[in-house]
Every structure is written in C-alpha cells, then in structure tokens.
C-alpha cells in the first residue's frame, strides 16, 4: 500500500490501521524520517524474506541508514505515539475546512472541502461529491488556478494542483489557520467565482 501521503497523517497506523486495510506490502516517504530524505517498505514475511540476506533481491538506498535522518525520525515517531496529537491535527483541519466553507458560502461560492486527519482537498464545484478523477475533472480548475494564485499574493501557501492535499502540521496555529481564512474570504470577494 502506498502510504507516502498518508502515512503518519491520520493516524499512527497510516490510512491502512485507519480504514483497517490488511496491505501485503507498505512503503513510506519522507515522514518516516521527520521530513528528511529517507523511505521506507515493509511487508509481510513471505514478501520480505525475498530480501538479502535471506533471498535473492539486493535493496539499497543512498540514504538508508543515514544517522541524521534515523535520529530525525526516530524523534518524529516519538512524538506521534501520543494519543493527543492526532485529535490536535483533527480538531486544526476541522476548525479549517470550516472556516473556508463558511467564508465560501458567505460570498455564494460552491466549492467542497474533502478532509481526512490533517490532510484537504478543495474543489470549486457545485456537486456534493467528489471521490474520483472522474470527479475532480468536473471540477473548475480556472477558479482553483486563481484561488491558489491569490492566495499565494495573500502569502497563504496552499498545493498547485487540485489534484494534490494540502496538509496542516502540529506548528499551525489558530492565528495561523485564521490567517488562511481570512485570506480565503479576500479572494472569494473576486467575481471570477460569481461566474
């Protein structure tokens, strides 16, 4: 399973101990790592022990074993084994993706907020749903290109594709998010999305 966004981010276990998905095989980005330049896989036994030094498959990295990346990582997981930091993460994208909506219905914008743990998306489309490729395709990419524009002058720093999350970290604070609304309600003012 590819965990390299989701890993860490909405809960300890990634999106597979969320969803309870039995993967075989599981890799991980830089979060494994605390942001460093580092991965990670794991898998089953009857997967890994095709691995040297048991099997034939040779795996090796540039950065593997690296001590800064190791020491930053074994950090990062320390503190993500409490409880408490993924309600704080929770309860942040919550007051968030609210607060555009609100700001968002308040100027007659359409536009739906998907969420999960600290990760959004933000599609400007009148359905309800949007849970595919399919979906987002449907959405306006000319109102999100000018949103994320915007925001950008606004010095809010959201992803540059509707196709990618935005993620909120445990250093984002009330002022921080109420910044990010705030910025949100300036831009929804623009008649592009009256259109």
């Known amino acids: 399973m590819d965990e390299v966004i989701t890993g860490f981010r909405i809960s ?10 039995d993967a075989d095989l599981t890799c991980l980005g830089k979060v494994i790592g605390g942001g460093m330049p580092i991965g990670a896989f794991g898998g089953k036994k009857k997967i890994m022990e095709n691995l040297v030094p048991t099997g034939k498959v040779y795996q090796a ?13 074994y950090a990062c997981l320390k503190l993500l084994q409490s409880p408490s930091i993924y309600n704080k993460l929770n309860e942040k994208t919550i007051y968030l993706v609210k607060g555009i909506d609100e700001v968002a219905k308040n100027n007659n914008v359409s536009i739906l907020i ?82």
């Not at 300890?12 to 998905?21: D, F, P, R």
């Not at 990295?61 to 990582?73: L, V, Y």
Request: with cysteine.
């Open 114 to 195: 998907n969420h999960c743990g600290s990760m959004f998306s933000i599609f400007f489309t009148k359905n309800r749903r949007v849970k595919s490729y399919q979906d987002v395709l449907l959405c306006s990419k000319k109102k999100f290109n000018f949103f994320f524009q915007e925001m950008r002058n606004l010095g809010i720093m959201i992803s540059p594709s509707f196709f990618e999350s935005n993620f909120i970290s445990l250093t984002h604070d009330k002022k921080d998010l109420d910044k990010t609304i705030f910025a949100a309600k300036k831009v929804f003012r623009n008649n592009i999305f009256k259109q």
């Open 12 to 21: 300890l276990g990634g999106a597979q101990s969320y969803y309870q998905i």
């Open 61 to 73: 990295g540039t950065f593997s074993g690296n001590p800064i990346s190791m020491t930053a990582g």
